[in-house]
């Protein structure tokens, strides 16, 4: 569990962040894309990349982990609210779900294009979960952004040509 203590605030420690931000590299690189970093982070976490015939595609990536302590309450919308520090119109917007029993992966890891993320007053918002009885889960309507496939439907777009 993320208590005070561990990280020094009520909400996730930045090295959470991190590990949110490598975990969904390792998913992509075990899907055949190929992932760059930033020298500095600052817009997306990553870039990601792989061959589609004579082009390739090529994505901006940012992560936006979601990590739910005990005493979260039951949430009819549940993912990201906050600031946004980029946007492009091929992007993905990743949204892994931790729990406090699941702090090792998440649960689940929504994979959003630039179109689902929406302005709000307090920056932008893209909630595709729900949290019920302690645990996060697809909202209806949602669940093909989930999972293996959400992320290829991201494979069906030809981004930058080779040639």
Known sequence: MLTDEATGSTGAPQTRDYFAEM???GILADA?????????DKGFDMIISRPSGASTIVRPVQVKGKY????KTDKARYGYVGRVTAFHNDMILAIPYFTSQSLGAPMLIAWMPRAEIKQ????????????VEGVPEARPGFAHFFGSAGLS?????????NI
């Open 23 to 25: 975990y969904v590299a």
């Open 32 to 40: 055949g894309w190929d992932v760059y970093f930033p020298r500095r």
């Open 68 to 71: 739910s302590t005990d005493e």
């Open 120 to 131: 709000h007053k307090k920056g932008w918002r893209c909630e595709p979960a729900r949290f």
């Open 153 to 161: 439907a991201f494979e069906a777009e030809v981004g930058i040509s």
